[in-house]
């Protein structure tokens, strides 16, 4: 009979009885047991931290620094309420510790009361640092705590970056207010060497003014005494100008009196002659351009008619015989047309002179017309504007005599003023010699503010003047310079899907395990017919890897589509699971068909063996060197590293390298199995009467 048939002969057991196909169908589910529920128990356990209660107590009674009001306990506080972390509850100190204490909350997180103060104090004279206060309890949960000090670290990361950030803001800003302080400094260094410069000349000048001075002096004390004679001569001039002022003042009292009568009685006739003379002005500006046209035509009519009338009288009166009855008029015709052609003259010499021009000319008549005016209308008072004329010379006469007086004191003065001219000459003397000292002190002062000015400009160009985006940005990278750049490159999207590769392969041992507890591992009826053990060993193999492909399906669907494992190679997995159960198979059906009843304790050990060595939660490098030692010979090692590859990606070598220890695995079970089944084929007394039996 062939293995196939001897295979299908032995599941055909199963479907005799209830039992038989219940134990079928628990047979099929049971990796069900090991990795759906194991891994949907731990699918995704720090996405659900949020469930986790943990006490959060805020004591900090804030603080003020650079006249601002830091609360950093409220702000983290709302921080992490805001995060979703773990499950906050805002409680008291006390309810804090008892809840920590009985289990009520895992753990707590406390903001002291001077946590502000001590943030603050960063930006002071004496920075301290702050505490976040963190109370475990392993007795709740070991896990917990060591997930809670992951968390809280950042936490404390985040408030020291925040108060780093503060701090070193400040002192970026003392540099940008330092170099403004050095820069106004540097400048006003330079416009104090700029006034010492100045200062140091002027120091010169004084000098060489004072030399000037004491020669100026000296000369002002001869000075003197030549004014003090001065003086006197002046006060004998001044004595005659009152003497003289007086003799004007009584002659000009005296025309006065004469002019007085004729003006008054007169006033009328010249306002009239004025009135006249300005609108004679006014006709002429007028009429100016013909006048300027026929002032030359004018002047050479008038003077041909006065040569002619000249002529004239010469001939008739002044040489003829017998005088002419009409001389006396011809003589005054005569005269009369001199007078005119001497006007005519006058009047085209004037409009000659002013070139054509004339817009000045008649700028000229109107102020003519003006003044004209101007007359006529004082005409009438020039008795009194004469009345006022006298009563100033007279006042003139008595300020000349005060000038004489005050000449007299003037004398008498200057005779004191040459005692002080003396003093004065000597006191100079001293002043250009302290002056000369004064010059050299200023010299070395220059020299010594241009150093000053100097010196401050390069303080001011090596102390860094930041403006508000450098500020920021430097503050950042110092308060935090170093960041994480983290690139997963085949990321694990929960826990469940990292673990899976584990629990897997555990099923699915833990499958075949309980199938040959149901399916025997070598047919008895093929062995006592004394079929040929590799016969024997197909047919108690293939039962099992035929279940196992069966639970593969059965875990995987469930895994997929329930719970929701997803596979960057799908089919692959189910590939190679298909495998893995062939290989399992072989591994356990050999140890059982070997070693009896012992073969199931054995099959159980070599189980723990591999669940300790296969690297599946921590690396196996962090174990014991025992299992460093074992890891490279069991065959779960292969396959967890080749479903992490399968599910989460990355290069398929170790999914090639494991097909290869598998298969090997696989073969070398069958192989010693048939020879299993060769040995039993001689019975004993021990097969008939097992020490053991399980």
Known sequence: MRSPRLAALEL?????????????????????LYGALYLWSFWDPYGRLDRIPVALVNDDKGATAAGRHVTAGDDLVEGLLKSDTFEWHRVSAAEARKGVEDGTYYLSLTMPSDFSAR???SSGSSPETGALQVRTNDANNYIVGQISRTVFNEVRTAASTKASRSFLDRIFISFSDIHGATVKAAEGADRLNGGIGKA???????????????????????GVKKLDKGAGDLQDGTQQVADGTQALADRVDGAADQVRPFLKKNGRQIADTATLVADSAGVIGDRL?????????????????????????AKRCAKALLPDPACGDLKKAKDAAADAAR????VNTVVQDYDGDTK???KDLKTLQRQARALAKAAPHLSEDLDDAVAKVDALNKGAAQVAKGAKRLHTGLGTATTGAADLDSGVGELKTGAIDLNGGMYKLVDGSGKLAGGLHDGAGRIPDYDEADRDRRTQVMSDPVQLASRDLHKAPNYGTGFAPYFIPLSLWVGSMVAYMLIPPLNRRALAAGASAWRISLAGWLPVAAVGVLQTAALMAVLHWAIGLEMVHTAG????????????AALVQWLNARFGAAGRILVLALLMLQLTSAGGTYPVQTSPGFFNAIHPFLPMSYVVEALRRLVTGGGLGPVWQACAVLAAFTAGALVLTALAARRMQVWTLDRLHPELSL
């Open 12 to 32: 055909r057991r199963f479907g005799r009885g209830r039992l038989p196909r219940a134990a079928l169908a628990a047979l099929l589910l049971l990796p069900l």
């Open 119 to 121: 943030i603050a104090s």
């Open 200 to 222: 140091e000349k002027g120091s010169k000048d004084l000098a060489d003014g004072l030399k000037q001075a004491k020669k100026g002096s000296g000369r002002l004390s001869s």
């Open 289 to 313: 351009d013909t006048f300027v046209a026929t002032a030359p035509l004018a002047e050479s009519g008038t003077r041909t008619a006065s040569e002619a009338l000249d002529a004239v009288y």
């Open 343 to 346: 006007l005519a003259k006058d």
């Open 360 to 362: 000045a000319l008649k």
């Open 573 to 584: 997995t189910i590939g190679f699971l298909f495998l893995v159960t062939a290989c399992f």
